[in-house]
Every structure is written in C-alpha cells, then in structure tokens.
C-alpha cells in the first residue's frame, strides 16, 4: 500500500487502521526474523559511474590512459 495513491477518505482511514495494527502487535519484527530476509545482506560499492561505451570522447581519452 505504500506506493499507492489513494483516492477517498475511506481508503486512507483503512490504511491508518490497517497500520496502527501491523504496529501494535509486533508483525513488522516477526517479518523481520523470517529466514528469507535474515539472510539478505546489502552490499554497497562507491565506485566511479560507468562511462558510455559509445562517446568517442571517452574512448579517446581511455587512449591515453594506457
């Protein structure tokens, strides 16, 4: 429901509802501690982006590089 837009009154009460419950009887960590997204691990690279492989520019200068 996050990604939806909603378009009544109505809508947005059942998703306040809906959430405060989720909350209050702790579903949010029992979905949490499955053994699905216990093992997913983030993995993050800072690295330079990637060049466009079709600038003539790019692989001008790449050239020069080596």
Known sequence: M???AFTTWDQVLEWYHLRRWVISS???EQYREQHYFSCGEEITKVQLAP???SSMFS???DLFKK
Do not use: P, Q, T
Request: proline residues 0%; glycine residues 8%; hydrophobic residues 40%.
């Open 59 to 61: 692989r001008f200068l």
């Open 51 to 53: 060049k466009k492989s």
């Open 26 to 28: 702790n579903l949010l």
């Open 2 to 4: 996050e990604g939806v």
